[in-house]
């Protein structure tokens, strides 16, 4: 037979387990069971020797395990089997003591724990036993379940601090949705452990107590019922009956001992990638130096006056010869820190050989790559992150309801449909520095927006002008500064009866990022994001991109053209059009500035009817065609830039009529906007930006032919303007 033949014929079967681990839900209700009865049914001493028997090897291949896992977590079994283990030695008691104090004997293993383990000697028994509950008790015990207590507090505190970490890099798209869910699988099992560790941990402690116990009634009955019942002496009572119940303490007391051991072990290990002999011994024998150090310093104990020099000198020479060994290969700790140092070069290290050259720069960009690491991670800069504080991290944590990360996906598929652009992962952490209900927006580390919900409560906003007043916190509404409060959900009924808009927490904050993302769109779209757009429109349209670049416009040219058109709420959905619309353009100017604003006419059509009142007309102020002259007139245009160079009086005037009409525009609900001609677009709209960045200005050239006009009010033209004589006039 061939080997590969015989692989086959030696693997087992798909689905051919080893019977135990078939019926393991079997074997464990039985023995469960079993243990039960136990309790009440008496038990032949035969039996019971293998009884304690497997009570003491189990206790020893639960530590075995304890070794050899790798991750405390996998061990996840380990709180239910303490508790059965347990039950089961508890169990094992109540049998040997039946049968000490009804027999008088309690089978050979108890009998050879009695006169081997402690030579006959009731005394020596009985303080050997109350050591070993000492040390279980007062030691291993008391201290596994602090450290279980502890590390059930901090895994759960900081279980919403690691699922909000999960979902920002599943937000950020690091990691996919099935390694999200094995990633929350694990926090979950942690929190899962350590919180029953805590709790396991009392049964061991309990059982401790329960043994001191069980001890002193065996000896106390046993020498009760051998001088009454059994018409034992004195002497031969308390001989028999201590020996046998000391040896019974003994026998129960070693397997909880090891399972103590066992579960201190667990809850002290730190979760890593080998078993703990491997972890420890990896540790220990990590640094060579201190081994000859000990094996020294043990040879300096052996010549000590009254020292016995052999064990000693025998330890230390093989403490100094472990250390030499292991250090053989490895570099010398003060070698490697003395190496670490800048030093002048020596005259002769140009030419000193080459070997020792190349050594030298392969080291040299060995240690420059990790310092070179840590200063680009301290230098890299999220392009757009959520900071809030930590009475709102409830909102981000889905195990608590929270659904703030998906909810932000939401809003990147959104913007990326309706606009065009592709927003960046955005991270979402935690701040101490802000309030408890705070959150604020970072653009590359600048703060664009910042704002307080109140975790678990309503926000009701009165948009329907009710009388009713609500109980709750007077607040505004971060995005359009409206009156609102801040109410509990008992009272949230009430409010949307009455006409409040009722939003929770999550959605006052997720209606402003939309918001803040939709005015800094143009500020997220790099080159870089630009090559990706042109590199998909290249997929369908591979004529027209190597028309344009590089011989017309370059890269930078196209990236400021979408920039100015998101910059003023234009949506970049129709790439191909506007990159059509730039090709034909820019052998007469190169201009960003104005390929924007001749693009901007093409795309009227796709764009204008946001702003319409009814189909078909949109409602907007004008301005008086005299003043349009006289604006045209200052328009100031450099290399860079475009504007509208005013004098006071002529800007107030414009700032003045333009706010009563805009406010006329929006009490009756509709969009604020401003119909001119195309030579004064652009100036006028970076005029009126700082002062009013949600009005729209639109160019008659770009309305669509069958949109028309509704004059909701004429900015006239200012009257130390209209008194100047005309050459005046246009002498300014």
Not at 111 to 132: A, E, M, P, R
Not at 517 to 537: E, I, M, P
Request: aromatic letters at 6%; glycine letters at 10%.
């Amino acid at each position: 037979m061939s080997a590969p033949a015989a692989a086959t014929a030696a693997a087992p079967a798909p689905g051919s387990s080893p019977l135990f681990q078939r019926r393991a839900d079997l074997v464990f209700t039985v023995a469960l069971f079993a243990t039960v009865m136990l309790l009440i049914m008496p038990v032949p001493s035969l039996m019971l020797d293998g009884l304690l028997a497997i009570s003491l090897g189990f206790s020893l291949l639960v530590l075995m395990v304890v070794v050899y896992v790798k991750d405390p977590p996998e061990f996840s079994g380990f709180p239910t089997i303490l508790l059965a283990f347990t039950l089961f030695r508890l169990a094992l008691n109540i049998c040997t003591t039946r049968l000490i104090l009804t027999e008088g004997h309690a089978g050979d293993v108890i009998n050879s724990f009695g006169h081997f383990v402690i030579q006959g000697n009731y005394i020596v028994g009985f303080v050997v036993f109350i050591i070993l509950v000492l040390i279980n008790f007062v030691v291993i015990t008391k201290g596994a379940g602090r450290i279980a207590e502890v590390s059930a507090r901090f895994t759960l505190d900081a279980l919403p601090g690691k699922q909000m970490a999960i979902d920002a890099e599943l937000n950020a798209g690091a990691i996919d949705e099935a390694a999200a869910t094995a990633r929350r699988r694990k926090v979950q099992k942690e929190a899962d452990f350590y919180g029953a560790m805590d709790g396991a941990s009392k049964f061991v402690r309990g059982e401790a107590i329960a043994g001191i116990l069980i001890t002193l009634v065996n000896v106390l009955g046993g020498f009760a019922i051998g001088v009454l019942q059994m018409d034992l002496s004195l002497g031969e009572s308390l001989q028999r009956f201590t020996l046998l119940s000391i040896g019974d303490g003994l026998v129960s007391q070693i397997p909880a001992l090891v399972v103590s051991v066992a579960a201190g072990v667990l809850v002290t290990r730190a979760s890593e990638n080998s078993n703990l002999g491997v972890q420890i011994g990896r540790q220990l024998t990590a640094h060579p130096r201190a081994l000859r150090i000990v094996g020294i310093m043990l040879g300096l104990f052996g010549l000590l006056p009254g020292m016995p020099l052999i064990p000693f000198a025998i330890l230390g020479g093989l403490a100094w010869y472990v250390g030499k060994q292991l250090g053989r290969g490895q570099p010398d700790e003060f070698t490697e820190a003395e190496a670490g140092t800048e030093k002048p070069a020596s005259p002769g290290g140009a030419a000193g050989g080459g070997a020792g050259a190349a050594a030298t720069a392969s080291g040299g960009a060995a240690s420059a790559s990790p310092i070179a690491e840590e200063f680009r991670r301290v230098i890299d800069q999220d392009v757009f992150a959520i900071e809030v504080g930590y009475g709102l991290l409830s909102l981000a944590d889905a195990a608590r309801g929270g659904d703030l990360l998906a909810r932000i996906t939401g809003v990147r598929k959104t913007l990326a449909r309706e606009r065009g652009v592709i927003v960046p992962p955005i991270s979402v952490r935690d701040n101490l520095e802000l309030e408890t209900n705070d959150y604020r927006f970072l653009l590359r580390g600048k703060p664009v927006g910042r704002g307080a919900v109140q975790a678990g409560r309503w926000m009701a906003m009165n948009v329907g002008g009710s009388r009713v007043a609500l109980r709750g916190t007077p607040c505004r509404e971060p995005v359009f500064g409206l009156e609102a409060v801040w109410i509990e959900d008992s009272e949230r009924k009430v409010a949307e009866l009455n006409g409040y808009t009722v939003v929770d927490a999550a959605s006052v904050v997720i209606t402003h990022l939309s918001e803040v993302l939709k005015g800094s769109a143009h500020h997220l779209l790099g080159r870089q994001d630009v090559q990706t757009l042109v590199d998909h429109v290249k997929t369908t349209h591979p004529a027209l991109v190597a028309e344009l670049l590089p011989d017309l416009v370059n890269l930078g040219v196209i990236q400021r053209v979408l920039q100015n058109l998101l910059r003023e709420g234009v949506p970049v959905l129709a790439l191909p059009l506007i990159l059509e619309g730039v090709a034909d353009f820019a052998p007469a100017t190169k201009n960003p500035d104005d390929l924007s604003e001749l693009v901007r006419r093409r795309l009227g059509l796709y764009f204008v009817g946001e702003y319409e009142t009814r189909p078909g007309a949109v409602r907007a102020l004008t301005l008086d065609p005299r003043l349009e002259q006289a604006l045209a007139q200052r328009v100031h245009r450099s290399p860079g830039e475009v504007g509208l160079a005013l004098d006071p009086l002529l800007g107030r005037h414009l700032l003045e009529h333009l706010s009563r009409g805009v406010n006329t525009l929006t009490e009756g609900g509709g969009p604020a906007v401003v119909v001119v001609g195309a030579e004064i677009r652009l100036p006028l709209r970076r005029f009126l930006e700082p002062s009013f960045p949600r009005v729209a200005v639109l160019a008659y050239q770009e309305l669509p032919s069958a949109v028309e006009v509704e004059n909701a009010g004429i900015v006239p033209l200012p009257a130390h303007l209209a008194a100047a004589p005309a050459p005046a006039r246009a002498a300014a």
